[in-house]
């Protein structure tokens, strides 16, 4: 074999290698976003074609490319399907668009619950008030325009890392796992907050699918969509499961909202009498902090049931 025929063979294994490499780098084996298709919509939902003023009604099966806008009217929903199996659900009073070249996704308004399957490297998603980086997670984002907030919360842990959530001068970062949430509100970053996974998949149609004992509904998925969930779903079982289990560690305490100075006290909440008050807006995506009245309510009656099904228990 002569020089030449060595290097060419040279410059096929070398070329080999890094394709190979960047197919099981996760953080390298970025997905290009071209397009995506309406998958489902619920009464008003129209379309801005590259960033024109101008709406139209969308239709079911309609494709949007890079620069193209859904909004969602009072009451409606939008499903977008991306060509790599990206899910986007949107609620009721929504504008979203996506950019073109790698996963990166515009919130300018509202709420949306973003399913993205494992190994498909970076995304990178916007609201007015935030930066958010997040590696394969399902994850959900609002953004009220009114009270310059945007909330951010997180459903599944990536192998890859947690999520990052970055005010938007930079100048603070912070690491969300699974059941965990932040607010920015006017570029001031809030504490990293716990909220009740349960409770959550219990109440919120955008996360339908992603709890537990709803493989019925999947199954009337497109085979797609399918796939797309159950990934995620495999990926917030887990965190869901490890709730519980710290729940259920609560339940030592008489959890009762007109008794709370003993939970508080071993949360480190603050003194006994102390009220803890987290309001945030109830829209189609909203979050029971664990440091709530809500959220002391349903421990409760969680622990009540938790308690209830172990004294019906059959004796070994």
Same mark, same amino acid.
């Given at each position: 074999?002569?020089?030449?025929n060595?290097s060419?063979l040279k410059?096929k294994?070398?070329?080999f ?6 197919g099981?780098n996760?953080l %390298?084996?970025q997905?290009v976003?071209?397009r995506a ?9 129209? %379309?801005?074609?590259q960033?024109r ?10 494709t ?7 909004r969602t009217?009072?009451n409606?929903?939008?499903e ?5 199996g ?5 609620g009721?009073?929504t504008?979203f668009?996506f950019?073109p070249?790698?996963?990166s996704?515009?919130l300018?308004s ?7 399957r494992?190994g ?6 916007t609201t ?5 980086v ?7 984002i609002?953004?009220?325009?009114q009270?310059n907030s945007?909330?951010?919360g997180?459903?599944t ?5 947690p999520?990052r959530?970055t ?5 603070v970062?912070?690491k ?5 949430f ?9 504490l990293v907050?716990?909220f009740i996974l349960p409770m959550?998949?219990e109440?919120?149609?955008l996360a339908v699918g992603l709890g537990?004992?709803q493989?019925n ?7 797609e969509?399918?796939?797309t969930i159950?990934?995620a779903r495999a ?5 869901l499961?490890n709730q519980?289990?710290w729940?259920?560690?609560f339940?030592?305490?008489?959890v009762n ?5 003993p939970?508080?006290q071993?949360?480190g909440l603050g003194?006994?009498g102390e009220q803890?008050?987290?309001k945030?807006?109830?829209?189609? %995506?909203?979050?029971?902090p664990?440091r ?5 309510a349903?421990?409760?009656?969680y622990?009540?049931t938790q308690q209830?099904?172990q004294?019906?228990?059959?004796k070994?």
């Amino acid at each position: 074999m002569n020089i030449k025929n060595i290097s060419s063979l040279k410059y096929k294994l070398a070329t080999f290698l890094i394709l190979a490499s960047l197919g099981n780098n996760p953080l %390298l084996a970025q997905s290009v976003l071209n397009r995506a298709e309406v998958y489902k919509l619920r009464n008003q939902v129209d %379309l801005s074609r590259q960033n024109r003023p101008v709406w139209n009604p969308a239709k079911l099966g309609d494709t949007i490319v890079p620069q193209d806008a859904v909004r969602t009217g009072a009451n409606s929903k939008a499903e977008l399907l991306f060509n790599e199996g990206t899910l986007v659900r949107t609620g009721s009073g929504t504008i979203f668009r996506f950019s073109p070249g790698r996963r990166s996704f515009e919130l300018d308004s509202g709420s949306a619950l973003i399913i993205i399957r494992p190994g498909q490297g970076e995304s990178n998603i916007t609201t007015p008030e935030a930066r958010i980086v997040s590696q394969g997670t399902a994850l959900f984002i609002q953004h009220d325009s009114q009270r310059n907030s945007s909330l951010i919360g997180v459903l599944t842990d990536s192998n890859a890392g947690p999520v990052r959530v970055t005010n938007a001068n930079g100048e603070v970062t912070i690491k969300l796992n699974a059941g965990e949430f932040v607010s920015i509100i006017n570029g001031v970053m809030g504490l990293v907050e716990h909220f009740i996974l349960p409770m959550f998949y219990e109440n919120i149609e955008l996360a339908v699918g992603l709890g537990v004992g709803q493989e019925n509904l999947i199954a009337r998925e497109s085979p797609e969509v399918q796939k797309t969930i159950n990934l995620a779903r495999a990926e917030a079982l887990e965190p869901l499961k490890n709730q519980a289990a710290w729940l259920r560690g609560f339940c030592r305490f008489n959890v009762n909202p007109e008794q709370l100075s003993p939970l508080l006290q071993w949360l480190g909440l603050g003194v006994p009498g102390e009220q803890v008050l987290l309001k945030l807006p109830e829209t189609d %995506l909203f979050v029971t902090p664990m440091r709530s009245l809500t959220g002391l309510a349903w421990l409760g009656s969680y622990c009540q049931t938790q308690q209830s099904s172990q004294s019906v228990k059959p004796k070994e």
